[in-house]
């Protein structure tokens, strides 16, 4: 059906007259009959009851009408969305996250975006950092916060922040009177760590730190998720080592404190597919990269 059959029925319909109809249209009025004649035929139905002095719809043509208003409506609002599509503010973004990058710049990067551009919407999924690299590979996530890259065709970064380590106790061990402490104080402590195979550089930075300073922990319990190492250490199962950020979780049983020695820092970087020619992707880069330059870290 042709849609300016469409305008032509609702002008008539509006004005109940058709030679107004035909004014509001720009075209004379036998013209403006045709169309209408031939949409009924279209139809099937008659959708005007007319004589010399009236012209009022019938039943079908009020039917009609209504239709006739929600498809042009349907219609204006395909026209915005696909044009707001190729302009980058509606679609569909997926993000991974470490659960440890859950706070500060990653928090303000997602605040501001979904303040710019409400219409877009945001899927976040909670991965380690090994996750987030498979999935990047595989085109399941558009852009990843994590803990470690690698060189690899399609996908670039850029880091967000460096951080140090802290210690997390339970809250009445000894150490935890402590303003601070020394990791080699840690040397005979039960540890709960993240597993190597769920992220090796992570794993490994924890072990290096501490054979730095005399020693490798003994890890008696492993936990993927922060949160879980820190409910763990709650629970008086050992001690552990985390990025600084972890501390914002702030559970009751536990206290962070920040080692004498300096730390080795940890990473947080976004990663993000290059091969994916994605207005959407692109609006939410500009936003990471306005937000990271303003705090002033390292690109």
């Not at 949409?39 to 019938?58: C, D, I, Q, S």
């Not at 009020?62 to 395909?78: K, M, P, Y």
């Not at 991965?127 to 670039?156: C, N, V």
């Amino acid at each position: 059906m042709d849609l300016r059959k469409i305008h032509y029925f609702i002008a008539v319909a509006e004005e109940l007259h058709f030679n107004r109809a035909a004014e509001k249209l720009n075209m004379t009025q036998p013209p403006l009959s045709q169309q209408i004649q031939a949409l009924e035929e279209e139809l099937g139905v008659k959708l005007f009851e007319r004589n010399k002095r009236t012209v009022r719809l019938t039943a079908a043509g009020s039917v009609f009408w209504e239709e006739a208003q929600l498809i042009l409506s349907q219609l204006e609002r395909s026209i915005k969305i696909t044009q707001m599509a190729g302009q980058g503010i509606v679609g569909h973004i997926i993000i991974g996250f470490v659960d440890s990058a859950a706070d500060g710049i990653m928090v303000d990067m997602l605040s501001l975006f979904r303040e710019r551009f409400p219409n877009i919407q945001l899927t976040l999924r909670e991965m380690t950092s090994a996750q987030q690299w498979q999935a990047l590979h595989d085109g399941t996530i558009h852009i990843g916060f994590l803990r470690f890259i690698e060189p690899a065709k399609h996908i670039d970064f850029r880091a967000l922040a460096k951080e140090s380590l802290v210690a997390v106790l339970p809250k009445h061990h000894p150490l935890a009177e402590l303003p601070a402490l020394s990791v080699c104080s840690l040397k005979d402590e039960p540890f709960i760590l993240f597993p190597r195979h769920f992220g090796a550089p992570f794993h490994d930075l924890i072990i290096g730190f501490c054979a730095q300073h005399g020693f490798y922990p003994n890890v008696m319990q492993e936990a993927v998720q922060m949160y879980t190492i820190v409910n763990l250490v709650a629970a008086n199962l050992g001690v552990s080592i985390v990025p600084s950020s972890v501390s914002v979780f702030q559970r009751s049983g536990v206290v962070f404190r920040p080692f004498e020695e300096s730390t080795p820092p940890v990473p947080l970087y976004a990663a993000w597919r290059t091969d994916l020619n994605e207005n959407v992707l692109s609006k939410f880069l500009d936003t990471v990269n306005e937000v990271a330059n303003s705090k002033h870290h390292p690109s």
